[in-house]
Each structure stands twice: as C-alpha cells, then as structure tokens.
T-cell receptor
C-alpha cells in the first residue's frame, strides 16, 4: 500500500544550525502538505506543494517537491528555539497519508 | 470562527467502558477525519467522512465507530475501551484544497 517515509525521526541541533527533514513516497503523489506540531499542541498547516520540482519559501523555511513527485524536503536555515516541534509531511494520492514526523529540538 | 473544536480535552476510562469524543467545525468543510497519535507512530487515520451521511474506514478503525448526520459534527465512539486505545485523538476538517485544520485534541487514558 501507499507509504510515506520520513527521516530522520529525531534531530537535535544547536541554535543557529540548519535542519532538514525528508519525505519519501513509494508512489507518485498528487501533492504534499507539511505541518508543524508544537509540543503539547496540534498539527498546524504550513504549506502545500503541487508541481513537480516546486520550491517554496516561508522566511527561513524552504520546501521542495521532487521532480518525480515522490519525495519532498523541508529545510530550516539558522534554527531558532521557536522552531522546536515535530514536522510532518502528508502525501496525497487519493487518500492522505502522514509521515511519522521528525521531532526537532533546538539547544540555545 | 471557532474552527475545529473537540470535547473533552482529557478523559480517563476503565477497560470496557464506552464513550463518545465530540468534534465540530464551523467552516462548512465537507471532509472530516479522526486521527490517533501515539509516540513514534505519527498520525494514524481512524475514520473519515467526505460529507454528511458518508463515512469510511481509515488505517486503524477497529474498536471505533463514527457517524456524520450533519456537516458540522463528526463524533467518534469507542465501543468498549481497551488500554491499547490510550492515545491522543485529533479531529480534522478540510475543504477540497487538502489543507487540514486540526482540533486541539483529546487525551484519553484507558486503565
């Protein structure tokens, strides 16, 4: 069945370092969504990618969708303590499937 | 707009008890879903609905029932609670654009 693998599961960084999380699908996706969940909170929508090779930026966050629409990445430049949380990707191919998330901790 | 609301925020049940988790949205979204979140497991889909009167099973439906009599409400029923159902439950709604709006969650403990 359709799967979305997300790596790494955990990432610990020093404040100011960069961070990247990757999502890989076993099948071609129609689109992919990214969410952020703060500790104790609920997932909050960040962005949607639809086109092959698409790159979108939100301040220090850069989102990419692979040419084959099977993988995606979220890159944070110069992390801050406010970036702490778990980042999830969600792939769409008819059904919506979440990756297991990458938990980011940032040491001040 | 209140968005997606869930009640209760916390609940403790004994094994074998039944209960209903409430979910409501005021955005007139057709799609609503229930997820459970366990450590290291991400968000797993329990049941979903594509409109009033239409529901379907997700990845982990056993032990749960849903109904959708109105666009606004999508309650989740635990038929006979088991310790394996200890989890955080999120309700979500969306329009056609795939952007999901999540409720604040219900933390359920089954002893």
């Amino acid at each position: 069945g359709q799967q979305v693998m997300q790596i790494p599961q955990y990432q610990h960084v020093q404040e100011g370092e960069d961070f990247t999380t990757y999502c890989n699908s076993s099948t071609t996706l129609s689109n992919i969504q990214w969410y952020k969940q703060r500790p104790g909170g609920h997932p909050v929508f960040l962005i949607q990618l639809v086109k092959s090779g698409e790159v979108k930026k939100q301040k220090r966050l850069t989102f990419q969708f692979g040419e084959a629409k099977k993988n995606s990445s979220l890159h944070i430049t110069a992390t801050q303590t406010t970036d702490v949380g778990t980042y999830f990707c969600e792939g769409s191919q008819g059904n919506l499937i979440f990756g297991k998330g990458t938990k980011l901790s940032v040491k001040p | 707009n209140a968005g997606v609301t869930q009640t209760p925020k916390f609940q403790v049940l004994k094994t074998g008890q039944s209960m209903t988790l409430q979910c409501a949205q005021d955005m007139n979204h057709e799609y609503m879903s229930w997820y459970r979140q366990d450590p290291g497991m991400g968000l797993r889909l329990i049941h979903y609905s594509v409109g009033a009167g239409i529901t379907d099973q997700g990845e982990v439906p056993n032990g749960y029932n849903v109904s959708r009599s109105t666009t606004e409400d999508f309650p989740l029923r635990l038929l006979s609670a088991a310790p394996s159902q200890t989890s955080v439950y999120f309700c979500a709604s969306r329009a056609l654009s795939y952007e999901q709006y999540f409720g604040p969650g219900t933390r359920l403990t089954v002893t």
